[in-house]
């Protein structure tokens, strides 16, 4: 089954203990993204990636760091995590081939950062 | 800078109704336009894409539509049920180059039975 699929689903951390939520698709897409949504705030774009070993800011990338070593895993690390990056967290691919084609999302990660 | 506008923001209808909801953005360059639904805490699942070169799309009871030139697309849904609740977002596939989705704040949906 074509998927992207994010670990861990739930996660309860502490500020400043380092994070890093993972990403993997199957379906050999080149772009990449991650997003985070906030109540009233919407979805917003954190990162991207176009393919391997090429990545860029998205709209509120301050507090992320993300790399993208192998076409299929795209992580989101968090070195210090503070209470307000405090989020539920999306990741996302499509292919580039075919502009004209959709995204696919994950299932979400609920992080909480006290 | 791409904005994207859902109104209303919450809506709520009795089971069995038509409904529509809305969707604006500022810039027509755009690549297409999705609409997912959330329900919460959850995903997102896509109902529609409608490339810009199209007009409306239709899956079931849904229907979309798209009017690149005026900015906006409406998503209508016939004979709602109370399984349609959730909220729906809109998002639109623009920039040239980075190719970044950029979404609506949503509407939330209530079907009351």
């Known amino acids: 089954e074509a998927q992207v699929t994010q670990n861990p689903r739930y996660l309860i951390t502490v500020t400043g203990k380092k994070l890093t939520v993972t990403c993997s698709q199957n379906?050999?897409?080149?772009?990449m993204s991650w997003y985070r949504q906030d109540p009233g705030l919407g979805l917003r774009q954190i990162y991207y990636?176009?393919?391997?070993?090429?990545?860029d800011k998205g709209d509120v990338p301050e507090g992320y760091k993300v790399s993208r070593k192998e076409k299929r895993n795209f992580p989101l690390i968090l070195e210090s995590p503070s209470p307000n990056q405090t989020s539920l967290y999306f990741c996302a691919s499509r292919t580039l081939d075919r502009i004209n084609y959709g995204y696919t999302f994950g299932s979400g990660t609920r992080l909480t950062v006290v | 800078k791409q904005e994207v506008t859902q109104i209303p923001a919450a809506l709520s209808v009795p089971e069995g109704e038509n409904l529509v909801l809305n969707c604006s953005f500022t810039d027509s360059a755009i690549y297409n336009l999705q609409w997912f639904r959330q329900d919460p805490g959850k995903g997102l699942t896509s109902l529609l894409l409608?490339?810009?070169?199209?007009r409306e799309q239709t899956s079931g009871r849904l229907n979309a539509s798209l009017d690149k030139s005026s900015g906006r697309s409406t998503l209508y849904i016939a004979a709602s049920q109370p399984g349609d609740s959730a909220t729906y977002l809109c998002a639109v596939l623009s920039g040239a180059g980075s190719y970044q989705l950029t979404f609506g704040k949503g509407t939330k949906l209530s079907v009351i039975p």
């Open positions: 379906m050999n897409h080149e772009y």
């Open positions: 990636s176009m393919n391997v070993e090429v990545t």
């Open positions: 409608i490339q810009s070169s199209q």
